[in-house]
């Protein structure tokens, strides 16, 4: 089973930048499309982004040209890099496979935006 662990959180001002990662126990970006989930109290989980072996698939329009993909090189590894953020980016974020059926969820990485 694949184990995922999500970091990069932090608390960040509104209109500042934030890196998160998530590095699976196996080389998973080989053959998995990835996915950034957001999930806010009251609210439904949403895709953010999602990433394959090759390029950027989706990007929500919420975070459209504030937010990228990024993989490493040995596929272990998807980033989300977060630009002039926003309040309302605030929430935990995990990683997953972008559709189902999703693997155990990892621990989250928790973004606080001040504003």
């Known amino acids: 089973q694949v184990k995922l662990m999500e970091s990069g959180g932090g608390l960040v001002p509104a209109g500042g930048s934030l890196t998160l990662s998530c590095t699976a126990s196996?080389?998973?970006?080989?053959?998995?499309?990835m996915g950034w989930f957001r999930r806010s109290p009251g609210q439904e989980d949403e895709l953010i982004a999602t990433?394959?072996?090759?390029?950027?698939?989706y990007i929500a329009p919420s975070v459209k040209g504030r937010f990228t993909t990024g993989v490493t090189s040995d596929l272990t590894t998807v980033t989300l890099q977060m630009n002039d953020v926003k309040p309302e980016d605030s929430g935990m974020y995990f990683c997953?496979?972008?559709?189902?059926?999703?693997?155990?969820w990892g621990p989250g990485t928790q973004v606080t935006v001040s504003s």
């Open positions: 997953n496979s972008a559709s189902s059926p999703h693997f155990h």
């Open positions: 990433r394959s072996s090759g390029t950027a698939m």
């Open positions: 196996t080389d998973v970006v080989r053959t998995v499309t």
